[in-house]
């Protein structure tokens, strides 16, 4: 079972559509943190979010942490080629700072 | 500042061989980090280190082999490749350890590795 189930698993989608994709768990986290990792390279933490509720942007980028700290979310206005890659919701349990990875969601934006 | 660096980026192997997986960084990071990645699995976590001198086992530990050499570098093992083993291997290490609340991990380009 896993701990972290994101979707959809994939997305195509044209520059300019807008798009949002979830990360859900039965479990409740003190944070959790979307990372984002393009071909051949290794993921790259884009937010950490820590309060039931909290919103955050990043440019076009805005994340949510659910209520109740179960689920997050990460919407996308206005899609670029520039954000393809695959994008990972990740939570730290155990000691040591150790990160548990959803599966992922590989979104492709085309011209 | 080069970040976390992997040796080498890729490499064959046929089952039964071993080989030594490099990582280092240069952010005076406490702990590191092994993960494997496969297709519809994320990332998972194979071993870790808190801080220099310790080393434990995450999620999927069978069939290898870990040392953390100095702060700086941590490296992971094949003892006797098999083809489950095929994945792309990533090294992350991160400032904070086991009695902080946690924090970014950077990683490394990853390798690919390939046993037939």
């Known amino acids: 079972t896993q701990l972290l189930e994101q979707s959809p698993q994939f997305l195509s989608i044209q520059e300019g559509e807008n798009l949002t994709v979830y990360c859900n768990s039965s479990?409740?986290?003190?944070?959790l943190q979307w990372y984002r990792q393009e071909p051949g390279e290794g993921p790259v933490l884009l937010v950490t979010?820590?309060?039931?509720?909290e919103v955050k942007k990043l440019k076009r980028l805005t994340f949510q942490f659910g209520d109740a700290r179960k689920d997050s979310s990460l919407h996308i206005t206005a899609a670029q080629p520039g954000d393809t890659g695959l994008y990972l919701c990740a939570v730290i349990t155990g000691t040591a700072s150790k990160l548990t990875f959803g599966t992922g969601t590989r979104l492709q934006v085309t011209l | 500042n080069a970040g976390v660096t992997q040796t080498p980026k890729f490499q064959v192997l046929k089952t039964g061989q071993s080989m030594t997986l490099q990582c280092a960084q240069d952010m005076n990071h406490n702990s590191m980090y092994w993960y494997r990645q496969d297709p519809g699995m994320g990332l998972r976590l194979i071993y870790y280190s808190a801080s220099e001198g310790t080393t434990d086992k995450g999620e999927v530990p069978n069939g290898y082999n870990v040392s953390r050499l100095n702060k700086r570098e941590f490296s992971l093992r094949l003892e006797s490749a098999a083809p489950s083993q095929t994945s792309v291997y990533f090294c992350?290490?991160?400032?904070?350890?086991?009695?902080?609340?946690?924090?970014?991990?950077?990683f490394g380009p990853g390798t690919r590795l390939t046993v037939t």
């Open positions: 992350a290490s991160s400032e904070y350890g086991s009695w902080q609340g946690g924090g970014e991990q950077y």
């Open positions: 479990s409740v986290f003190s944070s």
């Open positions: 979010v820590v309060t039931g509720g």
